[in-house]
């Protein structure tokens, strides 16, 4: 999760874990009041523990890494800016 001040000033998740073994490639926002559901034009595959951040030089944000399962990513996504699916 990182803030990314170009968009509102939001908090930005993507992915994440259940319990269990499901992994998530979502991405969501947080306005400081409700949450609601991104759908950006690409994505990561699913995963977890993953780093995010917000690239003030680009104005994007940044993805790096993750686990999903026994694999690891050591991959980067720059995000543009996804639209609220509802």
Same mark, same amino acid.
Request: charged share 10%; hydrophobic share 35%.
């Given at each position: 999760?990182?803030?990314?001040?170009?968009?509102? +000033?939001?908090?930005? %998740?993507?992915?994440? =874990?259940?319990?269990?073994?499901?992994?998530?490639?979502?991405? !969501?926002? !947080?306005?400081? $009041? &409700?949450? +609601?559901?991104?759908? #950006? *034009?690409?994505?990561?595959?699913? =995963?977890?523990? %993953? *780093?995010?951040?917000?690239?003030? $030089?680009?104005?994007?944000?940044?993805?790096? +890494?993750? %686990?999903?399962?026994? &694999?690891?990513?050591?991959?980067?996504?720059?995000?543009?800016? #996804?639209?609220?699916?509802?």
């Amino acid at each position: 999760m990182a803030y990314d001040p170009a968009n509102g +000033g939001q908090l930005v %998740l993507f992915g994440g =874990r259940n319990n269990g073994t499901t992994y998530y490639s979502d991405t !969501w926002d !947080w306005n400081g $009041a &409700t949450w +609601g559901q991104l759908a #950006p *034009t690409s994505s990561p595959s699913a =995963r977890y523990i %993953l *780093t995010s951040s917000y690239d003030v $030089a680009t104005a994007q944000m940044v993805l790096f +890494g993750g %686990l999903n399962g026994s &694999t690891s990513y050591n991959d980067t996504w720059i995000m543009g800016a #996804p639209s609220v699916t509802g």
